[in-house]
């Protein structure tokens, strides 16, 4: 039985990620440890990489390496992709930030950061109701 082609252009999909976060070649080389000139093989359709160069890449571009692959969709993405609309930019980032860090951390860790976070959040004040209060309170003068 001969074999299928893919019907994924792997390379024009990694250019394609590469350009939405404005980042080279270059940038995915330091990043990855990857060469330039192979990156552009790869983004040129004159080399197929395996699933662990991809991984490399996906990380290096904090993305998920199912992106790569249209359709590979599960229903647990459409509902992770619904919950991320409903954040903010800012929370988005926030989150990213603590998924970066959180992977070196103990399970007991985890929960104490947790926890910090449930403590802080019941004592201060929402961020907006900040603002306001700061804005009607008076000035001192300066000197």
């Known amino acids: 039985m001969p074999k299928e082609k893919p019907k994924v252009n792997i390379g024009q999909v990694i250019r394609a990620y590469r350009g939405q976060r404005a980042l080279s070649q270059g940038d995915i080389e330091?990043?990855?440890g990857l060469l330039r000139c192979?990156?552009?093989r790869v983004e040129n359709g004159h080399t197929v990489p395996s699933l662990e160069t991809l991984a490399k890449i996906?990380?290096?571009m904090d993305i998920a390496l199912a992106d790569f692959f249209p359709g590979a969709e599960t229903q647990h993405d459409r509902e992770t992709q619904k919950m991320l609309g409903e954040l903010s930019e800012d929370e988005i980032r926030f989150l990213s930030e603590i998924k970066k860090h959180s992977s070196t951390?103990?399970?007991g860790d985890k929960r104490l950061v947790l926890a910090m976070i449930r403590k802080?959040?019941?004592i201060a004040p929402p961020p907006q109701a900040a603002r306001k209060s700061a804005a009607a309170a008076p000035r001192r003068p300066g000197f």
Do not use: C, Q
């Open 58 to 60: 996906a990380e290096a």
């Open 38 to 40: 192979y990156l552009s």
């Open 120 to 122: 802080m959040a019941t």
């Open 30 to 32: 330091r990043r990855t």
């Open 105 to 107: 951390l103990s399970d």
